[in-house]
């Protein structure tokens, strides 16, 4: 595997490899991996011959500097499990090469609507550092491929509707999120809970699926009713809610249409930990 630390070096060793090899597939991600991305990674040699991971704690996409210095870095390990999985580069940039004018003075790409609302009310600015971030790294690589977690599921919408309004010749694959036993998703962020924490997080996904149910089973028309109460035993247990609601998978719009795809995305903090999730229904 090689470790490339700059744009230029990575320029010139994709010319090298497409002499001998044709697609590429990318798989971003902001480091300290777990099995969620190591299923993307897998997936990944599937349908293409250059794999490239490129990690990158973006800060053009955290709004809060304390979530930024609290991200997990765990370069050794990640190392390692990438060497071990076989995948040919490691693009492991710093911020001077891929912001060199300072995030301030960077050029952005912003998918308006959709970067607005839900997760973008609450975190202002996060949408436009993935997406510029996304396009640069699409920019630099022109990989065929492109994978990503259905746990952000609107990150996925987002980054959908940037390579189609923006003609990126580049497929989207996604993959369901991948969980623990109990149900937890898989987030880097986990590293942060407490043990105590890790006993409670569970509950975050078995309450979706308690909505989820009862939605199903349920009338629609007692949506709010639904919500209510899934929020209040959310708090019981000891979350601080951002978002839990059902939306239109496409618009995200708040959405009580049962003919309607749906979905149910939440995200909420335990102690400094904001967890996400969601589940479709229908
Ligand atoms: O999901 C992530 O890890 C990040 O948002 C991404 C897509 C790598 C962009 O920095």
Known sequence: MYLIRTVNALHKKIQLLKKTKNTIGLIPTMGNLHDGHIKLILLSKKYADIIIVSIFINPMQFNNLLDLQNYPKTFKEDYQILQNIGVNIMFFPNVNDIYPNGIKNQTFVEVPKLSKVVEGQSRPGHFKGVTTIISKLFNIIQPNFSFFGEKDYQQLLIIKTLVKELNYMIKIISLPTIRLKNGLALSSRNNNLTV??????????KIIQKTSKKIITQNIENRKKIIDESRFSLIKKGFLIDIFDIYDRNTLNLSSEKSK??????SAWLGKTRLIDNKKIF
């Open 261 to 266: 795809k749906i979905i149910i995305l939440a």
């Open 196 to 205: 105590e924490q890790k006993k409670i997080a569970p509950y975050l996904y």
